[in-house]
């Protein structure tokens, strides 16, 4: 069997790059409908048997609770900052020896339950970490481990480069995993606008509720297209202009 844990920003906060399409109440409703469709896969897996989701949102007990996972607060883990946190709050899980342990990010749509699967595959064949990085290949939205293979956690800018070269000189075998389902998060319009294109997909997640076939999925439908003409339009008078030549 193996446990999940979920690090979940305040969702007022969240998605700050899309405040040029969302209103504050719309980001928090997209924040809180993809962290539950990531929660319900997890909770649907037959090998996921516990699940913790780490905030301090007003919310995320509730959401937690929807789920069947644990809600620790921040301040139960005496920590501050993202890999302190979860650094201490994997200290805490894999003290149950259960694993292997999966950490991964709540904006992550296209998850599915086969995506889960054949990351615990791919981690128990591998014996060692499993990064599964995002759509450039820079950034990580899901680790998987054992207590063997615990890495020196390095969220932020490059960080799969960075779980990947920690874990080598730390003598731990490692994968690069790229799966649509673990490598399509939101933080971009463009990436809602990839996600929004996939979500008949996923016709009953939480995600497509909110965006698929409603009035705010055709606003922000507009909006990307309107975003991406004045793009093009600013790329054609740069190179009318002589700016190539």
Not at 50 to 78: N, Q
Not at 90 to 105: I, K, Q, S
């Amino acid at each position: 069997m193996a446990q999940a844990l979920l690090p979940l920003k305040d969702m007022v906060q969240a998605k700050t790059r899309l405040s040029g399409l969302l209103r504050p109440s719309e980001r928090r409703a997209l924040a809180q409908a993809m962290a539950e469709d990531v929660l319900a896969v997890l909770a649907a897996h037959r090998e996921v048997s516990h699940i913790t989701l780490v905030s301090d949102d007003p919310g995320a007990e509730l959401i937690a609770r929807k789920y069947h996972a644990d809600c620790w607060p921040e301040s139960f883990l005496a920590r501050r900052g993202l890999n302190p946190l979860i650094q201490r709050a994997t200290e805490r899980l894999l003290a149950r020896e259960e694993d292997p342990l999966l950490v991964l990010h709540c904006d992550l749509p296209l998850l599915a339950v086969e995506d889960i699967s054949d990351v615990l595959a791919r981690q128990r064949a591998l014996d060692g970490l499993l990064i599964a990085c995002d759509r450039e290949g820079s950034g990580t939205n899901l680790l998987a481990f054992g207590a063997r293979a615990v890495p020196e956690f390095c969220f932020g800018s490059n960080s799969c480069a960075g779980h990947e070269d920690g874990a080598r000189s730390a003598g731990i075998p490692v994968e690069v995993l790229r799966r649509e389902g673990t490598a399509v998060d939101v933080d971009e319009p463009a990436d809602l606008q990839s996600v929004m294109s996939r979500l008949h997909l996923r016709p009953r997640s939480n995600t497509a509720a909110l965006l698929l076939n409603t009035e705010l999925g055709a606003r922000i439908t507009l909006a990307l297209a309107t975003m991406t003409d004045s793009a093009e339009a600013i790329d054609d008078a740069d190179i009318n202009g002589g700016l190539y030549s």
